[in-house]
């Protein structure tokens, strides 16, 4: 389908030598290396549809920037098979190239040397895009990312927000349907992270582009991502929504409520159990894999009771996400 | 015509971009003279002191390092980015280039502005001005094309060299060390008739690295000391040739390497 990315069973596997400790074994592995197989990424399969962002996430490690490596043309896969907007990455390579774009958040893709508008000038022509067309997105893009205001300045004397937000420019110059994006947002202030959190926002629900993001950022997940494929070890250990996710693993919500009427009769509510109870206040919380999202819960006590007040406490992504790292682990084990 | 129009294009932008550095500009020029300071105290004391060498004349031998500096200064304005891509690729920028719709060896082409090289052609240049000056020869119309495609052979055989360690680098950067021993090599023998060596390492520069094809045997059939080189007369004229041939090997080769490339940093 255009525009979306299908991969299938894909595996990459690198040989490398184990390094012995200390002095003598290095000197061991001189003389008689011992190999070793690292999958770092081992048998994936997972869809992004058109017009999706897709967050995959993962510890450090896990193989996020080996699959992305896969996708974009960089390395072919040991096995598997991975279709981006139709073509295969690794044996089209340049095809593939004039359907993405990707920007790896900490290394730059354009001429060190020349000024950023240079660098624009250079790929509005490997990319062969209309002058008019070039220039009307390069407005679109300024007026978000306000490019403007340093883009006759040379790449190497860039700051890392503005690089990066060139880079983020130069990789959608040509209207690319698929976007891969690699940790873009690594060592942003805040403020220019919002910016380009808006410039994606933009790109998926305005432009309809494809997009994978892998980051660190939980934040940066839940204002952008729907969906979310966790690996771990290189396995994919969870696809799924945000809500399924947090439903899984999220289970340490509470929904605090004042009663109306401190006499009220106050019982479990489907999937929802009553963990105290003082006098008027009440407090419910998850009972189960069944659990509903907190915001289902919250419904479902407001509809129930006559309340006076009402709050939520709920563990935010980054504790829900730690919570599915350390069950990926266990299984792992 | 589109990507010669992009080669210029990046070409002129780059010359430009060094340009707004004067002097780092001038720096590299110059350093790209004095480089050569080892052939042109060569040429000098070879003028001066010496009336030949291994059986040629002084004038004849000033064609041998004329010949490859020439070779070598199109090597580095023309295809010289290929050496030292260790460095670049430890960096990840080979990641950078696969990720765009153009080759990944002319990206590397269009990386930056050698200015050095205009310091390496100057002197070569002039070093082959006074070659040809000095040269008792008749230079012919044939006489001439021959130089120019040795000096064409010369430049892609340095090219086809550095191509091979480049595609040894994208496996095992450290790789790039060749790359310092080959240039090391090049400039030290390069400027020898391959004959006043003992027979061993004229051998081994003949065949083991083909350094006798650049210069020595294309300078020895002008002169007509072809016959007396110890190799086949029809493999030393075809020097030119075989510095395509062994181009073309050398850009096969980096294309298996490429197609087999695994990244950096997983």
């Known amino acids: 389908m255009i525009g979306s990315i299908e991969v299938r069973g894909l595996s990459r596997t690198f040989h490398t030598t184990v390094r012995r400790p200390g002095f003598t074994g290095a000197l061991r592995s001189l003389v008689n290396p011992e190999r070793a197989v690292k999958h770092a990424v081992s048998d994936i399969t997972f869809d992004v549809s058109q017009g999706e962002l897709l967050a995959l996430l993962g510890p450090n490690g896990a193989g996020k920037s080996t699959t992305i490596k896969m996708l974009t043309g960089i390395l072919t896969p040991t096995s598997g098979e991975a279709r981006v907007a139709g073509v295969v990455p690794y044996r089209e390579r340049e095809r593939n190239a004039r359907n993405i774009g990707a920007v790896f958040g900490q290394r730059t893709q354009l001429w060190w040397d020349l000024p950023v508008r240079e660098s624009f000038a250079i790929l509005r022509d490997i990319y062969e895009v209309p002058?008019?067309?070039?220039?009307?997105r390069l407005r679109e893009f300024d007026d978000i990312l306000e490019l403007s205001t340093f883009w006759d300045t040379r790449v190497r004397h860039l700051s890392l927000g503005q690089r990066v937000r060139c880079d983020l420019a130069a990789a959608l110059l040509h209207d690319p349907m698929v976007v891969f994006l690699d940790e873009p947002t690594i060592g942003m202030d805040v403020v220019v992270k919002e910016q380009v959190r808006e410039f994606l926002r933009h790109q998926v629900e305005e432009r309809g582009r494809t997009v994978l993001l892998t980051t660190h950022d939980m934040t940066e997940v839940?204002?952008?991502a729907e969906r979310v494929v966790l690996i771990n070890h290189g396995r994919l250990v969870l696809d799924g929504t945000l809500d399924e996710i947090r439903r899984r693993f999220g289970s340490t919500w509470q929904v605090r409520a004042t009663l109306a009427d401190p006499h009220t009769p106050v019982g479990p509510l489907p999937g929802i159990v009553l963990v105290r109870r003082d006098g008027p206040q009440v407090v419910f919380g998850p009972d189960g894999p069944a659990a509903p999202t907190v915001h289902t819960a919250l419904k479902l006590v407001i509809e129930r009771y006559e309340v006076t007040g009402v709050a939520v406490d709920e563990a935010d992504l980054e504790d829900v996400m730690r919570a599915a790292y350390v069950h990926a682990n266990a299984e792992a084990v | 015509m589109n990507a010669v129009r992009i080669m210029w294009r990046i070409t002129r932008l780059n010359f430009r971009a060094q340009l707004e550095y004067r002097t780092e500009f001038l720096m590299m020029i110059a350093i790209g003279a004095i480089w050569q300071v080892s052939v042109i105290v060569f040429a000098t004391v070879l003028l001066t002191r010496f009336t030949g060498m291994g059986g040629w004349d002084s004038s004849d031998v000033l064609l041998i390092p004329a010949t490859r500096m020439l070779a070598h200064g199109l090597f580095v304005l023309l295809?010289?980015?290929?050496?030292?891509?260790?460095?670049?690729?430890?960096?990840?920028?080979?990641?950078a280039y696969l990720l765009r719709p153009m080759p990944v060896y002319r990206q590397i082409q269009l990386q930056y502005f050698p200015t050095n090289?205009?310091?390496?052609?100057?002197?070569?240049?002039?070093?082959?001005?006074?070659?040809?000056?000095?040269?008792?020869?008749?230079?012919?119309a044939g006489r001439i094309s021959y130089l120019i495609a040795a000096v064409l052979g010369g430049m892609l055989l340095e090219a086809a060299l550095f191509t091979v360690v480049a595609s040894a680098s994208l496996r095992f950067p450290a790789a790039d060390y060749w790359g310092r021993w080959l240039e090391e090599l090049l400039g030290?023998?390069?400027?020898y008739p391959l004959n006043v060596l003992p027979r061993a390492v004229g051998g081994l520069l003949t065949y083991g690295l083909p350094l006798a094809f650049v210069a020595y045997f294309p300078a020895a059939v002008l002169t007509g000391h072809g016959h007396s080189t110890g190799t086949p007369y029809w493999l030393a004229a075809a020097s030119p040739l075989l510095g395509l041939a062994a181009y073309l090997s050398a850009r096969l080769l980096w294309r298996w390497s490429l197609n087999h490339y695994t990244g950096v940093n997983g």
């Open chain 1, 131 to 136: 002058r008019a067309e070039h220039a009307a």
């Open chain 1, 222 to 224: 839940e204002r952008l």
């Open chain 2, 79 to 95: 295809l010289g980015r290929v050496h030292g891509l260790g460095r670049h690729i430890q960096e990840g920028k080979i990641d």
């Open chain 2, 117 to 140: 090289a205009i310091g390496d052609l100057t002197v070569a240049t002039g070093l082959m001005v006074g070659a040809i000056s000095r040269s008792d020869l008749d230079w012919t």
């Open chain 2, 188 to 191: 030290t023998f390069g400027s």
